[in-house]
């Protein structure tokens, strides 16, 4: 079933990429996508997935932003616009190198762009939540998130990752996902994406 693109919680990562406070005033939809990014992380903590947390040039770009709830995370600081430093890379590895990643954070077209280009030469499969990831431009974004299909990734959403994880209201923490999807999640303009494929 290779190509499928069914998440496991068993063989899943959450990569959060970025989202610092000086991004905050540019970024497109960026209180929105950090809300999406902190369901994401609520659910990882639930279903026991690892999360990886990246800054970009944190001396400059400020920490993350206290709303995405990752205060218990230990951040890995960058230059580089790929999340995949080898202090990650060694992340990756202490959890047992899983086969998913899970990716949200800024910018599409640069950092989120690049770590995905890496995780897919690394042969894993990536799911792109399209609801958690922008960049300062829609263009930019919206073309990002075409082009990175193109290259194999898949995009979905945080309210369908949400319940791919559990795959059944049987499952042990449904009620605990479920909560989590008591409000839709926020518009985040992606229907313009749609409208011109």
């Known amino acids: 079933m290779a190509g499928v693109g069914r ?3 068993k063989d899943a990562v959450l990569l959060l990429c970025d989202m610092q406070e000086k ?7 960026f209180t929105n996508i950090v809300s999406n990014a902190a369901r994401l992380l609520q659910a990882s903590r639930v279903l026991d997935i690892p999360a990886i947390l ?12 206290p709303e995405l709830g990752a205060g218990d995370l230990k951040p890995h600081a960058k230059t580089s616009f790929t999340m995949m430093s080898e ?22 077209h640069a950092c989120i ?24 431009s829609q263009t930019d974004r919206l073309f990002a998130l075409s082009r990175l299909r193109q290259s194999g990734a898949f995009l979905t959403t945080t309210e369908a990752v949400l319940l791919q994880l559990v ?14 999807m008591m409000q839709p999640s926020p518009d985040t303009g992606l ?5 011109a494929l």
């Not at 990246?54 to 932003?65: D, I, M, N, R, S």
Request: net charge negative; aromatic share 8%; hydrophobic share 40%.
């Open 54 to 65: 990246t800054e970009q040039y944190p001396k400059g770009l400020g920490p993350t932003v």
């Open 191 to 195: 229907l313009a994406f749609f409208s």
């Open 167 to 180: 795959q059944d209201a049987r499952h042990p923490n449904f009620k605990e996902i479920q909560t989590l």
């Open 7 to 9: 998440l496991s919680s």
């Open 87 to 108: 202090d990650v890379v060694g992340e990756l590895q202490a959890v047992g190198n899983p086969k998913q990643a899970i990716l949200c954070g800024i910018e599409a």
């Open 23 to 29: 991004f905050r005033p540019n970024i497109f939809q």
């Open 113 to 136: 762009a690049c770590t995905t280009f890496d995780l897919l030469e690394k042969g894993m499969e990536v799911h792109i939540v399209a609801d958690a990831v922008s960049s300062r």
